[in-house]
């Protein structure tokens, strides 16, 4: 499973996509999965980084690809839990004045992933999410 | 890298990538605009939940003064980012 460590910060983006798209191409997948795993990736890092302000640990990202599925897993080390699928739902259909702010990216993962799974032990919060890709 | 060109009467153009690296930068370029506003999103080949919170926080500032606040050009994918969020049935988009 190829995998990379990122320093928690926003500018490190640029150099996650460029890890996805290359996975993407070395893998041979669709390259129009590339904009699914972007959004997936982008939302949970920087909810890790907003939210894990202990955090002074880089943050592993790595992936996997089997015939059906690509893996993504998000790795914070040293850091208080935060059930980022626990995140309070976002009423799509509320006016937007209505809407609270916060819970979007969540809600996008939800969306575009088929699974997202948190763990926390010792000290490690772990997410792992599932994009289908096979028939 | 995300590309902003604001033209005259309301005219801007987003290209390229409106993420959270680059969120605060276009809610910079953004923010003085108080006038109807056409964003031509044609260029804009990805956009995350930052990017879109930029865009509501415009239409609201606008909407409250009692300007238009419209997207046009949106690329498929970027199309389905918005109708994820439930937003295609609020802003005007076309």
Redo the contacts between chains.
């Keep these: 499973m190829p995998e990379r460590r990122f320093p928690r910060a926003?500018?490190s983006?640029?150099a996650i996509f460029a890890f996805v798209h290359q996975f993407v191409a070395d893998r041979g997948l669709d390259p129009?999965l590339t904009?699914d795993l972007?959004?997936i990736v982008?939302?949970l890092f920087?909810n890790l980084v907003k939210y894990g302000r202990d955090g002074r640990h880089e943050i592993l990202v790595a992936l996997e690809a089997d015939p059906v599925a690509v893996t993504l897993v998000l790795k914070d080390f040293d850091v208080e839990g935060f059930d980022l699928t626990q995140a309070r739902p976002?009423d799509?259909?509320?006016?937007?004045?209505a809407r609270r702010?916060g819970g979007?990216?969540i809600?996008?993962v939800k969306?575009?992933a088929d699974d997202v799974r948190y763990e926390y032990v010792d000290r490690v919060s772990t997410i792992t999410v599932t994009k289908r890709i096979g028939p | 890298m995300l590309d902003i060109q604001i033209g005259e009467a309301g005219r801007v153009k987003l290209a390229g990538r409106l993420d959270a690296a680059e969120a605060e930068r276009a809610q910079a370029a953004l923010r003085p605009l108080l006038e109807p506003v056409t964003v031509d999103m044609s260029g804009l080949e990805y956009i995350s939940s930052a990017g879109i919170g930029v865009l509501i926080e415009t239409y609201k500032r606008l909407h409250a003064a009692g300007h238009a606040f419209k997207l046009v050009g949106l690329q498929p994918r970027v199309r389905n980012v918005f109708a994820y969020a439930g937003l295609d049935r609020l802003l005007t988009i076309e």
């Design positions: 926003v500018g983006l640029d129009g904009y972007d959004v982008e939302e920087t976002v799509t259909t509320a006016p937007l004045d702010p979007l990216g809600h996008l969306r575009i």
